[in-house]
Nanobody, 119 residues
Framework: QVQLVESGGGLVQPGGSLRLSCAAS????????MVWYRQPPGKQREMVAT???????DYADSVKGRFTISRDNAKNTVDLQMSILKPEDTAVYYC?????????????WGQGTQVTVSS
């Protein structure tokens, strides 16, 4: 039902900033919640930030105060502004949405974008 493409990853020094973007192939206005996940090397995937269609946000404790999620329904994008980056933020970051197909929920994921925080 939708394709998601993340972009904006790269190498950044500790304390720096980076902005990630998730572009959807169709309207996201009907999606209740869009989610950013990340998977550090050798660790399991974890939720980073969520945003509802009404604009309510939630963050993992580890990024609260440093990351900001935003949503532009007109552009079909969900961004993640990351500031005061730390080495432990190094991970592959994924955009996600869960969609009801009439008989089941299906998760849709982007291909991921690598964020590396290192001096």
């Amino acid at each position: 039902q939708v394709q998601l493409v993340e972009s904006g990853g790269g190498l950044v020094q500790p304390g720096g900033s980076l902005r990630l973007s998730c572009a959807a192939s169709r309207s996201i206005s009907g999606f209740n919640t869009m989610v950013w996940y990340r998977q550090p090397p050798g660790k399991q995937r974890e939720m980073v930030a969520t945003i509802t269609k009404g604009g309510s946000t939630d963050y993992a404790d580890s990024v609260k105060g440093r990351f900001t999620i935003s949503r532009d329904n007109a552009k079909n994008t969900v961004d993640l502004q990351m500031s005061i980056l730390k080495p432990e933020d190094t991970a592959v970051y994924y955009c996600n949405v869960r969609i009801w197909l009439g008989s089941r929920w299906t998760d849709y994921w982007g291909q991921g974008t690598q964020v590396t925080v290192s001096s």
